[in-house]
């Protein structure tokens, strides 16, 4: 059945394919792309609009959604679910999250909202979009597809020899400490929050089955791979990371991938996976961990109940969801 997708981050290095993906392989669907910045200067978005050029048949539209502002993102929800309700869209069938931020080179930077940018950015603006449309999803069901990462698990990486935690205090989430090592503490704020990610996910699909209304609807948590040509490596990064990527990662990719990652590959192949997951497989059922197209185990610390309840509580609380502005109102009894 047809139904709306929106995918976040749709000009990013993943992002655009997943979105050609969708229009080439689902043109049933209405397409919603959001982007950081819909401006015509915007090289990344202008890269986009010629994707939905190259098929003009489609339901696909841009909308600028500024993930770093909390009240943006609940104006965005309702405007989409007052869309539903009126016709403008078909009910929703998928939301992927696919746009995060990440910073190795300085402190930690606040939104407006006073907020860690990378955990808002990556994290509790799509607990909000994603609370505040379950209501909006088919009656027969979709699917949220949420990003996850190889950095997620708790293991000593080359990019920082710290590892990804949940802190016993939680504000330390969303206010971090700053640190002269601006790498390390950078890319453990990025694999945390790739935890958190994670984390979350197992209860709300435990939420979401409590609810005869929403138990249709499936999340799963996804590890793309590790994308030698991503645009991230050449944002926000030293120059070690930059040069290391022009010369090692993207000339080499396939020597990488066979001799040391199997998960090492070109973005093109990520998007695509990442669009079938989200639409291609919105109806398979299926729940949990995903690296590439197949289900896998996480981190043990995910799978803690005490962990999982209280990233839920904080998510929520921090996000601006409650009982009044969700219909998954078991998640708050």
């Known amino acids: 059945m047809a139904g709306t997708v929106i995918l976040t981050g749709a000009n990013s290095s993943a992002g ?69 309700a009126g016709g403008q869209y078909p009910p929703i069938k998928s939301i992927i999250c696919n746009a995060y931020y990440w910073n190795l080179v300085s402190d ?16 509790l603006s799509h607990v909000a979009l994603i609370l505040r449309l379950l209501g909006s999803f088919s009656p027969d069901g979709g699917r949220i597809e949420l990003l996850s990462s190889i950095a997620h698990y708790r293991k000593k990486t080359g990019m920082s020899p710290y590892l990804p935690e949940i802190p016993d ?33 197992y209860p709300l699909n435990e939420y979401l089955q409590k609810d005869p209304k929403l138990s249709k609807i499936t999340v799963i948590a996804v590890n793309p791979g590790n994308l030698g040509d991503s645009r991230a490596f050449r944002t926000n990064t030293p ?8 010369f090692v990662m993207r000339p080499f990719m396939s020597l990488v991938r066979r001799f040391a990652d199997p998960t090492f590959r070109p973005s093109a192949e990520a998007g695509a996976d990442i ?3 989200g639409v291609g497989r919105a109806d398979d ?13 996480p981190d043990p610390v995910v799978l803690d109940p005490e962990n999982q309840r209280r990233i839920w509580a904080k998510s929520a609380e921090w996000a601006g969801i409650t009982k009044d502005n969700t219909a998954l109102k078991v998640a708050f009894e």
């Open 285 to 297: 059922g299926q729940r949990g961990y995903y690296t590439l197209l197949e289900k896998d185990e």
């Open 169 to 201: 205090d939680l504000d330390l989430l969303i206010h971090p400490r700053a640190d002269p090592d601006k790498q390390g503490r950078g890319f453990q704020r990025y694999g945390t929050l790739k935890l958190v990610i994670t984390t979350w996910m």
């Open 108 to 123: 930690p930077e606040l939104t407006v909202d006073g907020f860690d940018k990378s955990i808002q950015i990556g994290h």
């Open 16 to 84: 655009l394919h997943a979105s050609e993906h969708i229009l080439k392989k689902y043109p049933q669907h209405t397409a919603v792309f959001t982007v950081r910045s819909a401006a015509d200067t915007d090289v990344n978005t202008n890269s986009l609009r010629a994707i939905l050029a190259r098929y003009p048949e489609t339901k696909a539209s841009i909308h600028e959604l500024d993930l770093g502002d909390l009240t943006a993102v609940h104006n965005f929800a309702t405007t989409i679910s007052d869309g539903v």
């Open 275 to 277: 669009a079938e997951l």
């Open 239 to 246: 120059a070690s990371i930059r040069y290391a990527q022009k």
